[in-house]
């Protein structure tokens, strides 16, 4: 099992910028952020291949940046002119195999919130 820690949410403005940290026990994997909004399905939010390739929801392409940090096997989501669609719980996910068998562990989730 992969350990996920998430941490940076908050309270910000609509305009403003978050950034979200995820430390993992492991990061050589396919890493993701999702995020569940209130009374909503959880919905994928970016992903990252661990050559660094990136895939994004449309609505948050160009807004929203995934990166990881191998070093300290942290993923980061950069969120910048968020808007108060974007107002969910954040988690992030790590997607693996280990002899054929597909895992997927999750976080504790971190709560962001754009408001006035």
């Known amino acids: 099992q992969v350990q996920l820690v998430e941490s940076g949410g908050g309270l910000v403005q609509p305009g403003g910028s978050l950034r979200l940290s995820c430390a993992a026990s492991?990061?050589?994997?396919?890493m993701g952020w999702y995020r569940q909004a209130l009374g909503r399905e959880r919905e994928l939010v970016a992903t990252?291949?661990?050559?660094?390739?990136?895939n994004y929801v449309d609505s948050v392409r160009g807004r929203f940046t995934i990166s990881t940090d191998k070093a300290k096997n942290t993923v980061y989501l950069q969120m910048n002119n968020l808007k108060p669609e974007d107002t969910a719980l954040y988690y992030c996910?790590?997607?693996?195999?280990?002899?054929?068998?597909?895992?997927?562990?999750w976080g504790q989730g971190t709560q962001v919130t754009v408001s006035t």
């Open positions: 996910n790590a997607d693996y195999w280990v002899a054929g068998t597909n895992y997927n562990d």
């Open positions: 492991r990061s050589d994997f396919l």
């Open positions: 990252i291949t661990p050559a660094g390739r990136t």
